[in-house]
């Protein structure tokens, strides 16, 4: 199936009364008697999610299943324009209201080779379970009444400042999907780079060291996607992607000024629910440690040994492999690509999902800006 993808300027112009019909068609999913976009002006909901054609649920494919009313809502892509993880993210709803229950297999059962009128002892697998949780990011927004009839074109006013709190949503979560740590801060869920920061743990054999050391150092992460190895989550019950609440004009109290002033505002409120599952550590391996001030051709050819042995690391091809990493480390691996492809780097420009970028062998590379070039150095 072909990504699926809505752009953020072309659905949300809906808001301005001189669009046509035709763009109106081609931009939102609408139902007959002139149903248009899910809910900015009337109270309802909107969500807000990145697409990726594959045989598992993207936000899209999520988001497009029936509300409790009967309505579909409208899908938009988030602005992944440089946090391009969400555009490979699959999604799958919890099992718990709180997030989801992961069973994984910790052990075989041992077999063994027998004689005729020889016995063999029984034995079995291990299991454990692991619960992931979801967290709950939120924004609101009030803008005051007075305000926007100033402003002339209330649509265009309002559409100016969701985006910015979409932007600024988008980045948070990428933040967490790589930072965040729920032993630290309870409220987020833990992201990869707390699973993965010792390479002496259970799991450190995917944790690859690049010899950088101090507080200048970046990552690069592999990650396969899929059922059986790590997907995005949401609480069982709940919507898939960022869900945008517009409340119309009501009453505020304002902080500001005298204690107890009221004013008329239009409020809206902007909400995701978002985790990850990890079900399978041996299906993502992070390059740690790569010293972002050594920019010589060496230092380069090295982080592509890294990434090769990155590759080969996971046991086998299940899931979607892909690539993250910040501008500073894509531009390094551009300017290799530009100068040393012909000798055999591995690292190539090919149409991907409808876009040329660059792939190291038949394994995407995508850009992540919330990435940091000052990483402590992993043990």
């Given at each position: 199936?072909?990504?699926?993808?809505?752009t953020l300027i072309?659905?949300?112009?809906?808001?301005?009364a001189?669009?046509?019909a035709?763009s109106?068609?081609?931009?939102h999913?609408a139902?007959?008697?002139?149903y248009?976009?899910v809910?900015?002006?009337?109270?309802?909901?909107?969500?807000?999610?990145a697409?990726?054609?594959?045989?598992?649920?993207?936000?899209?494919?999520?988001?497009k299943?029936?509300?409790?009313?009967g309505?579909?809502?409208?899908?938009?892509?988030l602005?992944?324009?440089?946090?391009?993880?969400l555009?490979?993210?699959?999604?799958?709803?919890?099992?718990?209201?709180?997030?989801?229950?992961?069973?994984v297999r910790?052990?075989l059962?041992?077999?063994?080779?027998?004689l005729?009128?020889?016995g063999?002892?029984?034995s079995?697998s291990?299991?454990?379970?692991?619960?992931?949780?979801?967290?709950?990011?939120?924004?609101?927004?009030?803008?005051?009444?007075?305000l926007?009839?100033?402003?002339?074109?209330?649509?265009?006013f309002?559409?100016?400042?969701?985006?910015?709190?979409?932007?600024?949503?988008?980045?948070?979560?990428?933040?967490?999907?790589?930072y965040?740590?729920?032993?630290?801060?309870?409220e987020?869920?833990?992201?990869?780079?707390a699973r993965?920061?010792?390479s002496?743990?259970?799991n450190?054999s995917?944790?690859?060291?690049a010899?950088?050391?101090?507080?200048?150092?970046?990552?690069?992460w592999?990650?396969?996607?899929?059922?059986?190895?790590?997907?995005g989550?949401f609480?069982?019950?709940?919507?898939?992607g960022?869900v945008?609440d517009?409340?119309?004009?009501v009453?505020?109290?304002?902080?500001?000024g005298?204690p107890?002033?009221?004013?008329?505002v239009f409020?809206?409120?902007?909400?995701?629910?978002?985790g990850?599952?990890l079900k399978?550590?041996?299906?993502v391996v992070?390059i740690?440690?790569?010293?972002?001030?050594?920019?010589?051709?060496?230092?380069?050819?090295?982080?592509?040994?890294?990434?090769?042995?990155?590759?080969?690391?996971?046991?086998?091809?299940?899931?979607?492999?892909?690539?993250?990493?910040n501008?500073?480390?894509?531009r390094?691996?551009?300017?290799e690509a530009?100068e040393?492809v012909?000798?055999?780097?591995?690292?190539t420009?090919e149409?991907?999902d409808?876009k040329?970028?660059?792939?190291?062998?038949?394994?995407?590379?995508?850009?992540?800006?919330?990435?940091?070039?000052?990483?402590?150095t992993?043990?």
């Amino acid at each position: 199936m072909r990504i699926v993808l809505f752009t953020l300027i072309a659905v949300l112009c809906l808001f301005a009364a001189d669009l046509s019909a035709a763009s109106m068609q081609a931009a939102h999913t609408a139902s007959s008697g002139g149903y248009h976009l899910v809910g900015w002006l009337t109270g309802g909901a909107l969500v807000f999610g990145a697409a990726l054609g594959t045989g598992n649920l993207t936000l899209a494919d999520w988001a497009k299943r029936l509300d409790p009313d009967g309505k579909v809502p409208t899908i938009v892509e988030l602005l992944a324009q440089t946090n391009e993880v969400l555009l490979d993210m699959i999604w799958r709803e919890g099992n718990l209201p709180t997030g989801h229950r992961t069973t994984v297999r910790t052990g075989l059962p041992t077999v063994a080779w027998r004689l005729l009128n020889q016995g063999i002892t029984p034995s079995k697998s291990t299991t454990a379970q692991i619960d992931e949780q979801c967290g709950i990011l939120e924004a609101w927004s009030e803008v005051d009444k007075d305000l926007l009839l100033l402003n002339g074109n209330q649509a265009s006013f309002r559409l100016s400042e969701a985006k910015a709190f979409i932007e600024a949503m988008n980045q948070e979560m990428v933040r967490v999907l790589f930072y965040g740590n729920s032993s630290i801060n309870p409220e987020q869920f833990t992201g990869l780079s707390a699973r993965y920061s010792d390479s002496t743990a259970p799991n450190g054999s995917n944790v690859l060291k690049a010899g950088g050391a101090g507080n200048v150092n970046a990552s690069i992460w592999l990650v396969s996607w899929g059922e059986e190895t790590m997907t995005g989550i949401f609480p069982k019950g709940s919507k898939a992607g960022l869900v945008h609440d517009d409340f119309g004009e009501v009453t505020a109290e304002v902080t500001a000024g005298l204690p107890g002033s009221r004013m008329r505002v239009f409020q809206e409120r902007f909400q995701w629910k978002p985790g990850i599952a990890l079900k399978d550590w041996r299906y993502v391996v992070r390059i740690a440690n790569i010293d972002v001030t050594n920019t010589d051709a060496d230092n380069i050819k090295t982080i592509i040994k890294f990434m090769e042995t990155a590759v080969m690391t996971p046991p086998n091809k299940l899931g979607k492999p892909v690539f993250y990493m910040n501008r500073t480390m894509a531009r390094l691996l551009r300017r290799e690509a530009r100068e040393s492809v012909g000798a055999g780097g591995g690292l190539t420009f090919e149409n991907y999902d409808g876009k040329r970028i660059l792939m190291f062998g038949d394994v995407p590379i995508r850009l992540v800006d919330q990435l940091l070039n000052t990483e402590a150095t992993v043990a």
